[in-house]
């Protein structure tokens, strides 16, 4: 299956990405950079040898790219960050991605207070601060915006032993809507990504943590339930989800508003 998509004409908007070293971030990035984007990303510093191969292929598609350190648990990064893309790429802020999370997998016996803390931070916590920092130069930009945010089949139904995961996801579905209430007004739709199990390095952790907890072997977590749950029969790769944003933030997405859009191969099912 190929997931190249054309080279389009410069739209002369950006779109800011969290996360966007590897995994559902990239494929972000690259797609939207290829629908005529230019790119701006934030992720960790360890991160940052990975995000300056992103950068080169945005490049090599005629697009500018940036990069820039943000750790969205802390807001004043995430803040710093946007306020930096505009300063260096104009204030053209179209799109923003809070893409950024982690899993952690652990029985909920198990889960100390500073586990959840962590993921709350980044889960929830980054995107609802990512949003509002993009939405706020949105604003004061004047000609509407889209943000999106990283959601989940886990924003529907959680899964055992990825208990504080499964509370952020449903968070990010109902701060989905209620942003989308608040800032219609202002032209900005908002929506979120739920993806079923896409093949990137946050899976492939999941899959070692259960082969511990399940006393089974690598990756036969992963595959019993890839051949379980997956009606189209194949793992998600992560331009799938890049496929489903990229139609969110074009203009034949443009009547959708507050909706956290289960992208899973029929695994809600
Ligand atoms: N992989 C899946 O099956 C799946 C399914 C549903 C939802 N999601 C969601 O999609 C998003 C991306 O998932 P992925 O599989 O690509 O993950 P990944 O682990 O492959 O990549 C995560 C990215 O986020 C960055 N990141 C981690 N902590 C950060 C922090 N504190 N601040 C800034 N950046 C940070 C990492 O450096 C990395 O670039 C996540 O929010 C995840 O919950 C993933």
């Not at 943000?147 to 055992?160: D, H, K, L, N, Q």
């Not at 968070?171 to 989308?180: D, L, N, Q």
Request: aromatic share 6%; glycine share 10%; with cysteine.
């Amino acid at each position: 299956m190929s997931f190249a998509s054309p080279v389009k004409a410069s739209l002369n908007r950006i779109a800011f990405i969290t996360g966007g070293a590897q995994g559902i971030g990239r494929a972000i990035a690259t797609r939207l950079a290829r629908d005529g984007y230019d790119i701006a990303i934030a992720d960790i510093p360890q991160a940052q040898t990975k995000v300056d191969g992103v950068i080169d292929e945005i490049k090599s598609y005629g697009r500018q790219a940036i990069s820039l350190h943000a750790d969205v648990r802390e807001p004043t990064q995430i803040e710093s960050a946007i306020a930096q893309t505009v300063e260096q790429l104009g204030p053209r802020l179209f799109v923003s991605v809070a893409n950024a999370g982690v899993t952690q997998v652990r029985p909920l016996l198990e889960c100390t207070p500073e586990f959840i803390e962590n993921e709350v931070r980044i889960n929830l916590l980054g995107l609802m601060n990512t949003h509002i920092f993009a939405a706020k130069q949105m604003v004061k930009q004047g000609f509407g915006g889209r943000i999106i945010g990283a959601g989940s089949i886990a924003s529907y139904r959680t899964a055992e032993n990825l208990g504080p995961y499964g509370g952020t996801k449903f968070a990010v579905r109902g701060f989905t809507e209620v942003a989308a209430k608040e800032w219609a007004q202002y032209d900005i739709r908002v929506n979120a990504y739920g993806p079923g199990i896409v093949d990137t390095p946050m899976w492939d952790h999941i899959d070692r943590e259960l082969a511990k907890i399940e006393g089974i072997s690598v990756g036969e977590a992963k595959a019993v339930r890839v051949k379980r749950d997956i009606k189209l029969g194949r793992i998600q790769e992560p331009e799938d989800v890049a496929k489903l944003v990229s139609f969110l933030v074009s203009d034949e997405g443009e009547y959708i508003t507050g909706q956290t859009i289960k992208s899973c191969g029929g695994a809600s099912l």
